[in-house]
């Protein structure tokens, strides 16, 4: 098996008092030609472990091959062999877009013409636009045509879509999806579970500096032991134990306390509702919300650290 990325034993510290240490002793392997997703809160050590991925940063400890090379040796292949897409990208506002990947594409001896960078994000009409007339989603897409113009064997999107509108999300997942299609390796950090599942071929759980979790979406999904999230609220809130006994409800495989009610991981939910129904009327508790949904990486990550993604 090929690898693009390979680390053991990452550890990044930096100095202060006390030190801060970000990243706590990493494993990673991305394989090449999928996309991996590296997921994790704000804080988590995504972003440090990139930048040194990237050559951007030194490790404290550990070693780090990309592209079965390393950093203090091969500094100059790697820069023409990667392409980066950093959480935000300052581009010259009066230059036009063809411009702006026009120069980038001179940073390398050898690519692809910017042309082609501009037509694989979908910016062709928009060659001759100045870059501050740009949209957020447009500028986000031209960031990755910069990272593209070098004809990289691996490119790294650092929080791509973050703070952009629902369709420029979704403009960019499918920029992302054709580059998965032509077989080249990506690797994705982002916090957006939804994002990682539709787009990751495998994907890593970062919790403060450590992998907590790794393998393809479906199958750390499989791994709560049901397939569907039952998510209720009852009128007057959950009573001390009533966790317990709900848990033992038929088709329960979890169940966990929500800020405002809790939710069953189930693998039946025909099963458990009427069960969860039965219990509320014996109880004579009113029940003030009821829904169900397919289980998610959400629900892997709040099983896992015992906290939602949005809170940590």
């Known amino acids: 098996m090929s690898l693009a990325i390979r680390c053991r034993g990452l550890v990044k510290t930096f100095p202060g008092k006390p030190p801060v240490e970000a990243v706590r002793g990493l494993d990673l392997e991305v394989r090449t030609g999928e996309c991996f997703g590296l997921l994790g809160p704000n804080g988590a050590g995504k972003t440090t472990t990139i930048e040194i991925l990237e050559g951007l940063s030194a490790p404290t400890a550990g070693v780090v091959e990309v592209l079965g090379r390393a950093w203090k040796t091969d500094e100059r292949e790697l ?3 990667i392409g980066v897409t950093l959480q935000e990208t300052k581009l010259a506002d009066k230059l036009t877009v063809l411009e702006t990947l026009r120069l980038f594409a001179s940073f390398y001896a050898r690519g692809r013409s910017a042309e082609s960078a501009l037509d694989e994000v979908g910016l062709g009409e928009k060659r001759s636009s100045w ?21 990289p064997e691996l490119l790294f999107l650092d929080e791509p879509t973050t703070g952009l509108d629902p369709q420029s999300r979704r403009q960019l997942w499918d920029v992302v999806r054709a580059l998965r299609g032509a077989g080249r390796t990506i690797l994705l950090t982002t916090h957006y ?21 790794q393998g393809s979406p479906a199958e750390l999904i499989r791994s709560l032991g049901g397939d569907h999230v039952v998510e209720f609220a009852f009128q007057d ?3 001390a134990g009533e966790l317990a006994a709900l848990e033992a409800l038929p088709g329960v495989r979890a169940a966990r306390a929500e800020a405002d009610g809790g939710a069953l991981t189930v693998g039946e939910p025909h099963v458990t509702i009427p069960a969860l129904l039965a219990f509320a009327e014996r109880e004579h508790r009113a029940l003030a919300r009821l829904s169900t949904r397919q289980a998610s990486l959400e629900d892997v990550f709040v099983t896992l650290t015992g906290r939602h993604l949005r809170d940590a």
């Open 131 to 151: 870059v501050v007339n740009l949209s957020g989603g447009q500028r986000q897409r031209l960031a990755v045509a910069c990272a593209l113009v070098g004809d």
């Open 237 to 239: 809130g959950l009573r």
């Open 79 to 81: 820069r023409e062999r």
């Open 193 to 213: 579970m939804d994002e990682a599942e539709k787009l990751c071929d495998r994907v890593a759980i970062v919790d403060h500096g450590r992998v907590i979790a």
